[in-house]
């Protein structure tokens, strides 16, 4: 064979040989589109939003997800916690990613906060338990002026607060203005946590907010609910619990007069008895709890804007 038909031959396969790779590519594209996704995926395409992801020092990226994508699998893909990846993505739960939707994959870790409509830097200075300065130096923000809706606050030390915390739910309450207004008037006499007992004289863990309007004073429901329980129990004297759902309940304890029957539902704000002295107590007062899944919760952080 001579050198001109040799070079043919030789152009003429490695032409065929090109052609067969670009017809697997499309294949691969076209047929398999996650796999497509799956290797562009490590090296993301620039964030959605970004006017709403002003954060100094970080970088953002996109990513999409593809099938089988767990939040805990993608932590490890991209060398991040997972409460990172869920709190910047609103997954605050036990939910996980949807096939063909994108996250925000930011280029450190820390908690991150998405505002919502109401909410002050001093609600989210409370409820992450961290200083209002912390929030100001890690973001562009120097007062509620500067904040909107919708924009993403970095908070790397704050602990990841999951939808079921107290001090996420007193957050949601702000947006939708029907946070636990408070159920009577006056003063708070005593409040929630270890306290010397005013009868034993012991230290003891007070597991409510007592009120000290004076005897006959209004109790209102602090949230609609239905009432679960409305008679006598030791300790409490005559008491109305009543039932938020998604396994929040009020107590109204020592009460002169119960003003609602039981397995009937309430208005937040309705009247549902008067303050007494009933039970063990060394005066007229109101005793207040608010209990998640039986478990005793500090009032405030669900008061709405923390009423005092």
């Given amino acids: 064979m001579d050198t001109y038909l040799r070079r043919v031959y030789v152009s003429v396969a490695s032409l065929l040989f090109v052609l067969w790779l670009c017809l697997l590519f499309l294949a691969i594209q076209f047929l398999r589109p996650e796999f497509h996704s799956f290797i562009s995926a490590p090296i993301p395409t620039a964030a959605q939003d970004e ?36 709190s910047l993505n609103q997954a605050n739960d036990t939910s996980e990613p949807k096939v063909n939707t994108w996250l925000t994959i930011p280029s450190k870790n820390g908690i991150f906060h998405t505002i919502r409509s109401g909410e002050s830097l001093a609600d989210i200075s409370r409820a992450y338990e961290i200083s209002l300065k912390e929030i100001i130096e890690n973001n562009l923000a120097k007062g509620d002026k500067d904040i909107r809706p919708g924009e993403v606050l970095y908070l790397p030390s704050a602990d990841y607060l999951s939808r079921g915390d107290v001090r996420w739910i007193a957050l949601a309450s702000i947006e939708t203005n029907k946070g636990f207004v408070k159920p009577t008037t006056g003063r708070f006499a005593d409040g929630f946590g270890e306290r010397t007992h005013p009868i034993t004289g012991k230290l003891a863990f007070h597991e409510g907010l007592d009120l000290a309007p004076g005897r006959g004073a209004h109790v209102v429901a602090s949230q609609d609910g239905e009432v679960i329980f409305a008679d006598i129990k030791a300790g409490y004297g005559r008491l109305v619990i009543l039932n938020h759902g998604n396994g929040l309940t009020s107590w109204y304890a020592h009460l002169d007069k119960i003003l609602v029957k039981l397995k009937t539902y309430v208005k937040r704000g309705e009247l549902i008895g008067k303050v007494g002295n009933t039970g063990r107590v060394t005066g007229p007062h109101l005793h207040f709890e608010i209990r998640l899944n039986g478990v005793p919760q500090n009032p405030f952080l669900y008061l709405a804007n923390n009423e005092q």
């Fill in 51 to 86: 006017k709403f992801l002003s954060i100094p020092g970080i970088r953002f990226s996109s990513y999409q997800v593809i099938q089988g994508d767990t939040f805990f699998d993608l932590s490890k893909k991209f060398n991040l916690q997972e409460h990172t990846l869920r």
